[in-house]
Nanobody, 115 residues
Framework: VQLQASGGGLVQAGGSLRLSCAASGITFSDYSMDWFRQAPGKEREFVAR????????YYADSAKGRFIISSNDAKKTMYLQMDSLKPEDTAVYLC?????????WGQGTQVTVSS
């Protein structure tokens, strides 16, 4: 199983980025899809989820109204559209997929928001 995250970069406050996470080796639609982030010196925190089956989406309070998680089963790719970025959004963003007790993590992609 491989998860390849991309799309991070340096952006000014108020700007936008779209992260992608391409999966291989799994039946993509069987898994819930998550984005987490980890800032230096801080614990990893949940950002957003697309639930398997229902397709319901869930967001951390910090992401609500600014971030949108989506997925394309045919491309086996999930996305995180991030708008109105703030300096406090600076972190390594990681994608993960979960089915039951099985979780696969991708490598991170760095997002840096300058003030």
């Amino acid at each position: 199983v491989q998860l390849q995250a991309s799309g991070g970069g340096l952006v000014q406050a108020g700007g936008s980025l779209r992260l992608s996470c391409a999966a291989s080796g799994i039946t993509f639609s069987d898994y819930s899809m998550d984005w987490f982030r980890q800032a230096p010196g801080k614990e990893r925190e949940f950002v957003a989820r697309v639930a398997a089956g229902s397709g319901n989406t869930y967001y951390a309070d910090s992401a609500k109204g600014r971030f949108i998680i989506s997925s394309n089963d045919a491309k086996k790719t999930m996305y995180l559209q991030m708008d109105s970025l703030k300096p406090e959004d600076t972190a390594v963003y990681l994608c993960a997929v979960q089915r039951g007790n099985t979780v696969y993590w991708g490598q991170g992609t760095q997002v840096t928001v300058s003030s």
